[in-house]
C-alpha cells in the first residue's frame, strides 16, 4: 500500500505560538484525510479532516489545509497550549485499497510553557 | 456512552499461547477495525468489519483472526501468539469506512 510521511518527527513551539505539522501523502486516489491527536497510553483522538472536493477546513483553534497538487496535508494550531503536547498523524483513505486508512508515522509536538 | 472499550490493557504472554483481546463499542457503529502500532510506524490494519457477520482482512492479517457476531463486540484472536506480535493493539469503530474511526486505548500486548 501506499505511505504516509512525515516531514518531522519533533516539533517544539512556544505556549502561545501557532504549530504547522506536514503530512505527505503519495496516492492521487485518496478521497479523504484526517489528523489524530495521540496523547500518551491512550488511543487516537480525531482532530479534523477534510475531503479531497476541499482545500481548507476549519476547527476550534485548528485547520487543515490539503494541497492536492503536491499531494500535501497541514495541520495548524493556533495559539498552541500545554494540553496541545501529544503525537499528531495524518490518516488517508485510499479508495482503490477497498478505503482503507493508511496512517502517517506521526510527529510529536512538544509546547514549552 | 463509554465509546470503545477494550480489555485487556496490559498482557503478557509466552510464545504459542493463544488469548483473545475484547472490543466493545455502544455508538451503533457498524464498521469495526483492529489496528497494530509498532516503534516508527504508522498503524496498520490488520482486520475490519462492515457489520455484523462481516469481516475482512487488511495489510497485516496473518497470524490473527477475527469474528463479528454483533454489531457491538469485535473480538480479536491470536492462534499461536509469537514475539513478532508484541505490539500495542488498537480497536476503532465508525459509522462507516468514510467517516471518522473512534478509537479505544488500546491493549499493550507483550510476547515472550
Not at chain 1, 518527527?9 to 491527536?37: H, M, R
Not at chain 1, 494540553?83 to 496512517?103: K, M
Not at chain 2, 462492515?50 to 483472526?65: H, L, S
Not at chain 2, 488498537?90 to 500486548?109: E, I, K, M, V
Request: hydrophobic share 30%.
Amino acid at each position: 500500500g501506499e505511505s504516509v510521511g512525515l516531514h518531522l518527527p519533533t516539533l517544539s513551539v512556544q505556549e502561545g505560538d501557532n504549530s504547522i505539522i506536514n503530512c505527505a501523502y503519495s496516492n492521487s486516489a485518496s478521497d479523504y484525510f484526517i489528523w489524530y491527536k495521540q496523547e500518551s497510553g491512550k488511543g487516537p483522538q480525531f482532530i479534523i479532516d477534510i475531503r479531497s472536493n476541499m482545500d481548507k477546513r476549519q476547527g476550534q483553534r485548528v485547520t487543515v489545509l490539503l494541497n492536492k497538487t503536491v499531494k500535501h496535508l497541514s495541520l495548524q494550531i493556533a495559539a498552541t497550549q500545554p494540553g496541545d503536547s501529544a503525537v499528531y498523524f495524518c490518516a488517508e483513505r485510499e479508495v482503490n485499497t477497498g478505503n482503507q486508512f493508511y496512517f502517517g508515522t506521526g510527529t510529536s509536538l512538544t509546547v514549552i510553557p | 456512552n463509554a465509546g470503545v472499550t477494550q480489555t485487556p490493557k496490559f498482557q503478557v504472554l509466552k510464545t504459542g499461547q493463544s488469548m483473545t483481546l475484547q472490543c466493545a463499542q455502544d455508538m451503533n457503529h457498524e464498521y469495526m477495525s483492529w489496528y497494530r502500532q509498532d516503534p516508527g510506524m504508522g498503524l496498520r490494519l490488520i482486520h475490519y468489519s462492515v457489520g455484523a457477520g462481516i469481516t475482512d482482512q487488511g495489510e497485516v492479517p496473518n497470524g490473527y483472526n477475527v469474528s463479528r457476531s454483533t454489531t457491538e463486540d469485535f473480538p480479536l484472536r491470536l492462534l499461536s501468539a509469537a514475539p513478532s506480535q508484541t505490539s500495542v493493539y488498537f480497536c476503532a469503530s465508525s459509522y462507516g469506512d468514510n467517516q471518522p474511526q473512534h478509537f479505544g486505548d488500546g491493549t499493550r500486548l507483550s510476547i515472550l
